[in-house]
């Protein structure tokens, strides 16, 4: 009998190789497996096996972990805003750890010796699939093609020719993953520091031109419904946004960062629901949390994204973190409006039941209903005082 290894695959160049290449090359029983995170239509699935079978493949098993990423995972990026240097929410870094993790599942289930990933020897993703299988099945060795063999996407095709296996090259030029919290590109244009990605480059074109308003209702900081109709699940609220707002290609940015590795990377990505969704909560938290919530979400919830970044979401700090963020998602309930227009939106405003910009407080530059002007004088008195001393005992540190 044949040793098993189970892949990682995504019916890609760089899985199509290593399909190939663990068969052919290594003599092993190859079992397949796509972990499908709400990128893909049931048409392409089935894409997928086909090719998975025509590259010859024992057994292709098709995983639909969108329900438990959104539930480990996307629910915390929304409670904490999390968009990578203020940019990117995290498309791709937090679905690999949950196709890793589920990839993890079923090689223990297959009674595998090998799991295998399509990754370079560049990127983030090598990090994330290696530490959470040394994590989660110690015992099973790790093969990467792609990374050992060092290959370009030239010499990958001209392999796959050499075994009858054809793949248009025009096709491979782009590498799309696409996920529902988001689609990244990468091309030759993002090897550089100053090339935009071309229109064609992007999987969704814009198709709408006449500006649109929809309303997203959230339930305790999770997306629930549009418009005035509640969907069965955070999942589908989301699709269904992305399905309204995607056509206005809207989301689009190519995101500069520091990879796990210690190089600079840059990718681009088009995620519509994702940004609308964060930007829309973060206004609503705006007028509902405290100041002092506000501020240690913003810093835990910035490390938190890192360290998911970095493929650290087994790391038991994570689970102290998002209970941290569930906890402050109590009062944040309502509706936020936002205008849909050609390549951006705009947050219009909110309302809710736990809104802190209250009337029956004052106004803000306007009046005040319950402090007089004598108490905000003591106030600042008081408020200023360690300064005020240290100024006269020391003279004033402006020039």
Same mark, same amino acid.
């Given at each position: 009998?044949?040793?098993?290894?189970?892949?990682?695959?995504?019916?890609?160049?760089?899985?199509?190789?290593?399909?190939?290449?663990?068969?052919?090359?290594?003599?092993?029983?190859?079992?397949?497996?796509?972990?499908?995170?709400?990128?893909?239509?049931?048409?392409?699935?089935?894409?997928?096996?086909?090719?998975?079978?025509?590259?010859?493949?024992?057994?292709?098993?098709?995983?639909?972990?969108?329900?438990?990423?959104?539930?480990?995972?996307?629910?915390?990026?929304?409670?904490?805003?999390?968009?990578?240097?203020?940019?990117?929410?995290?498309?791709?870094?937090?679905?690999?750890?949950?196709?890793?993790?589920?990839? %993890?599942?079923? *090689?223990? &289930?297959?009674? $595998?010796?090998?799991? #295998?990933? =399509?990754?370079?020897?560049?990127?983030? !993703?090598?990090?994330?699939?290696?530490?959470?299988?040394?994590?989660?099945?110690?015992?099973?060795?790790?093969?990467?093609?792609?990374?050992?063999?060092?290959?370009?996407?030239?010499?990958?095709?001209?392999?796959?020719?050499?075994?009858?296996?054809?793949?248009?090259?025009?096709?491979?030029?782009?590498?799309?993953?696409?996920?529902?919290?988001?689609?990244?590109?990468?091309?030759?244009?993002?090897?550089?520091?100053?090339?935009?990605?071309?229109?064609?480059?992007?999987?969704?074109?814009?198709?709408?031109?006449?500006?649109?308003?929809?309303?997203?209702?959230?339930?305790?900081?999770?997306?629930?419904?549009?418009?005035?109709?509640?969907?069965?699940?955070?999942?589908? %609220?989301?699709? *269904?946004? &992305?399905?309204? $707002?995607?056509?206005? #290609?809207? =989301?689009?940015?190519?995101?500069?960062? !520091?990879?796990?590795?210690?190089?600079?990377?840059?990718?681009?990505?088009?995620?519509?629901?994702?940004?609308?969704?964060?930007?829309?909560?973060?206004?609503?938290?705006?007028?509902?949390?405290?100041?002092?919530?506000?501020?240690?979400?913003?810093?835990?919830?910035?490390?938190?994204?890192?360290?998911?970044?970095?493929?650290?979401?087994?790391?038991?700090?994570?689970?102290?973190?998002?209970?941290?963020?569930?906890?402050?998602?109590?009062?944040?309930?309502?509706?936020?409006?936002?205008?849909?227009?050609?390549?951006?939106?705009?947050?219009?405003?909110?309302?809710?039941?736990?809104?802190?910009?209250?009337?029956?407080?004052?106004?803000?530059?306007?009046?005040?209903?319950?402090?007089?002007?004598?108490?905000?004088?003591?106030?600042?008195?008081?408020? =200023?005082?360690?300064?005020?001393?240290?100024?006269?005992?020391?003279?004033?540190?402006?020039?």
């Amino acid at each position: 009998m044949k040793d098993k290894v189970v892949l990682a695959f995504s019916g890609g160049l760089d899985t199509s190789y290593c399909v190939k290449y663990l068969k052919e090359e290594k003599g092993l029983e190859v079992y397949s497996v796509l972990v499908n995170t709400g990128g893909f239509s049931e048409e392409e699935l089935k894409e997928v096996e086909e090719r998975a079978y025509s590259l010859g493949v024992k057994e292709h098993t098709t995983l639909d972990e969108t329900a438990y990423y959104y539930q480990s995972c996307i629910k915390y990026l929304i409670f904490g805003n999390v968009l990578k240097n203020g940019t990117y929410p995290l498309s791709v870094s937090a679905e690999r750890v949950t196709q890793a993790i589920a990839v %993890a599942r079923h *090689a223990q &289930q297959v009674g $595998a010796s090998f799991v #295998a990933h =399509g990754s370079t020897g560049a990127g983030n !993703d090598q990090v994330r699939f290696d530490m959470i299988f040394q994590m989660m099945i110690p015992d099973v060795e790790i093969l990467t093609p792609i990374r050992d063999n060092r290959l370009s996407r030239e010499e990958e095709i001209e392999f796959l020719k050499k075994y009858g296996v054809e793949y248009d090259y025009k096709k491979a030029q782009y590498s799309i993953n696409k996920g529902i919290w988001g689609t990244s590109v990468g091309g030759k244009e993002t090897l550089t520091s100053h090339l935009p990605l071309p229109e064609e480059a992007y999987p969704t074109q814009l198709t709408k031109q006449e500006p649109e308003r929809v309303s997203l209702h959230f339930e305790k900081g999770e997306l629930v419904g549009l418009n005035n109709k509640t969907y069965a699940s955070p999942v589908e %609220a989301i699709q *269904a946004l &992305q399905e309204l $707002a995607g056509p206005f #290609a809207i =989301g689009r940015d190519i995101h500069v960062g !520091d990879t796990i590795i210690g190089i600079k990377g840059r990718v681009g990505f088009e995620a519509a629901a994702p940004l609308i969704i964060i930007k829309a909560h973060h206004t609503l938290e705006k007028h509902v949390l405290t100041k002092w919530q506000l501020y240690w979400k913003d810093q835990l919830s910035a490390w938190y994204g890192n360290w998911l970044h970095e493929g650290q979401i087994l790391d038991p700090t994570m689970r102290n973190i998002e209970a941290f963020l569930q906890d402050t998602q109590q009062n944040v309930t309502g509706k936020v409006d936002v205008l849909l227009a050609p390549y951006r939106f705009q947050v219009e405003g909110i309302e809710s039941g736990h809104d802190l910009m209250s009337s029956k407080f004052g106004s803000y530059g306007e009046m005040n209903n319950t402090w007089s002007g004598e108490d905000v004088k003591g106030f600042s008195k008081i408020f =200023g005082n360690q300064s005020v001393m240290y100024h006269k005992i020391n003279g004033s540190t402006l020039k």
